[in-house]
């Protein structure tokens, strides 16, 4: 199939670096893309839910993305369409095994594992860093059940394991059960509806590790990737819930930061921190709550 007509600078700048064999800097410019999905006129009018647009060939199925809406109609005649990024692909990818189809059928098309969906959508601590090198130490957290806190606060712990998320990705949240479920926590909400975070600022990226895999062998082979867990585990980087964008790590007996918090998000929305990790003794220092009616 020939080209298509109206491209926007961004395919012509796509079909520069193709032309020019520059496939990192193809990458590049797709990490940062929107995406035109066909979907039916039903779907469009609300009437259905959207169904995936799939090629198929010898090898595998292929989700086809376009980047453009002028693109998607050249090759599938829709006019319907809805707009997605690489993150919200990840989100809600429907199989490991299937592969990325960027404009199928056009001269810039680019076919895409679901591996390198995950690396371009969910880039791993360290890459973000490197991405932006002044934006600091990430801040991350992870809900506390009772059990953890007690081994911080009574046992003495100062390391950490198990999955954190973060921190950034969850600031507009200010509702316990509303955070619980976007990080499908729901048992983290404690019988007085409130939920108790830990909090901290994450030094040594590299212990981080964003955790690209799947529910068995086969997924998490399919992804490249190093971890299984249990489903709802989606594998490409991000919480388990196709309607948020939330970034998780997985880590292993990581050491707190100075200045790491445990703060209890209430009911009314308000964060009310309950202790502070002080890393130069090594010991958790609890913040005393002042009644309402002793401040002035």
């Known amino acids: ?136 130490l990430p801040v991350v957290q992870k809900l506390l059940h009772p059990p953890a806190i007690h081994a911080l606060l009574v046992d003495g712990e100062t390391r950490v394991s198990g999955y954190c998320h973060h921190a950034l990705d969850v600031a507009h949240i200010a509702t316990p059960g509303v955070l619980a479920n976007a990080l499908a926590q729901p048992d983290a909400v404690t019988p007085d509806g409130s939920v108790n975070i830990l909090r901290w600022h994450a030094a040594g990226p590299a212990l981080y590790r964003t955790p690209y895999g799947g529910v068995d062998e086969a997924s998490m082979a399919a992804v490249a990737g190093w971890v299984i867990e249990e489903p709802p585990f989606i594998g490409l980087g991000l919480v388990p819930n196709v309607d948020q964008l939330i970034r998780e790590y997985k880590i292993d007996g990581v050491g707190l930061t100075h200045g790491a918090e445990i703060v209890e998000l209430t009911v009314e929305g308000v964060e009310r921190r309950r202790a502070v990790y002080d890393g130069d003794t090594g010991r958790w220092l609890l913040v005393r709550v002042v009644p309402r009616e002793d401040v002035a």
């Open 1 to 136: 199939m020939q080209g298509w007509g109206a491209r926007s600078p961004f395919e012509d700048e796509l079909e520069a670096a193709f032309a020019a064999g520059d496939l990192a800097r193809c990458l590049s410019l797709l990490r940062e893309a929107d995406f035109a999905l066909p979907i039916s006129e039903a779907a469009a009018a609300g009437q259905e839910p959207p169904a995936w647009a799939t090629v198929t060939d010898d090898e595998r199925t292929w989700l086809a993305a376009f980047t453009s809406v002028e693109a998607m109609r050249t090759v599938t005649g829709l006019a319907t369409y809805r707009v997605t990024s690489l993150p919200e692909l990840a989100a809600g990818w429907p199989d490991p095994r299937w592969g990325l189809a960027v404009n199928p059928t056009l001269p810039v098309a680019f076919p895409l594992e679901s591996g390198t969906v995950a690396r371009l959508a969910v880039p791993s601590m360290a890459q973000d860093l490197v991405l932006d090198p002044g934006s600091g």
